[in-house]
């Protein structure tokens, strides 16, 4: 078997969402990561024998490659530390939904079988990844309120795309955020790396830290791919 990586990388300074605000600035998301102490500054707390660096982070959680539970959208639903193992490691299936522009919406007709798509990982790979860090990247194509339905009637666990948002920005009602996590369909968003799975069979991996009260969380996405 083999592992491919389908996480961006989270640092320093990275692109996160822009928010607007009342008097027109905007509020950019972003993560700030740092030494709480240096290898320096600790040496002498161990007589010169040994040094150590401790990192310390400040982000909002959805940042990165990063998992929404149902508590992102409705406040009864399970928030992150809720959530099984066992409901985030999936059988995958990678949609190819390329070609598309910023601001389009993919229609049903890109969609599998349905009977393909119960109990897995629906990836939807628009090819976006390659836009990371762009201004482009914030204008991004997305899923129809035809396809969100389509995957609940389904019966997906999990459902993924390559770009900023699940949903059209535009649109403020979130369809996507709004129908499938109210149907325990977690949603992972800014996955890279898709093109690697065309075709393939694999197991998704969506595992975020154990956090409690906590909408959201970047996580190490992967697949494991049969060979």
């Not at 607007?20 to 320096?40: C, L, M, Q, R, S």
């Not at 539970?69 to 992150?80: L, V």
């Not at 976006?128 to 899923?143: A, C, K, L, V």
């Amino acid at each position: 078997m083999k592992f491919v990586d389908l996480s961006h990388t989270f640092e320093d300074g990275m692109p996160g969402f822009r928010q607007k605000n009342d008097d027109g600035t905007h509020t950019e998301y972003t993560a700030e990561v740092y030494p709480f102490f240096t290898h320096e500054e600790s040496r002498e707390k161990y007589e010169g024998k040994s040094a150590f660096e401790v990192t310390e982070m400040r982000f909002q959680t959805s940042m990165g490659t990063y998992l929404d539970s149902p508590y992102h959208r409705h406040p009864e639903g399970r928030d992150i530390s809720d959530l099984d193992i066992g409901e985030l490691v999936l059988p995958g299936t990678v949609v190819d939904a390329r070609g598309l522009a910023g601001n389009e919406e993919l229609t049903v007709d890109a969609l599998p079988q349905e009977s393909a798509l119960a109990g897995t990982a629906v990836l939807f790979n628009f090819g976006w990844d390659e836009h990371w860090g762009t201004e482009q990247y914030r204008s991004y194509p997305y899923i129809s309120e035809a396809v969100i339905e389509r995957l609940i009637d389904a019966d997906v666990s999990l459902v993924g795309v390559d770009t900023l948002n699940a949903d059209d920005h535009q649109n403020p009602a979130r369809p996507a955020h709004t129908r499938l996590l109210d149907e325990e369909i977690f949603i992972v968003e800014n996955l890279c790396n898709l093109d690697s799975l065309g075709g393939e069979s694999f197991r998704f991996f969506a595992v975020p830290i154990k956090a409690k009260d906590t909408a959201a969380m970047p996580i190490r996405a992967f697949a494991e791919v049969d060979q």
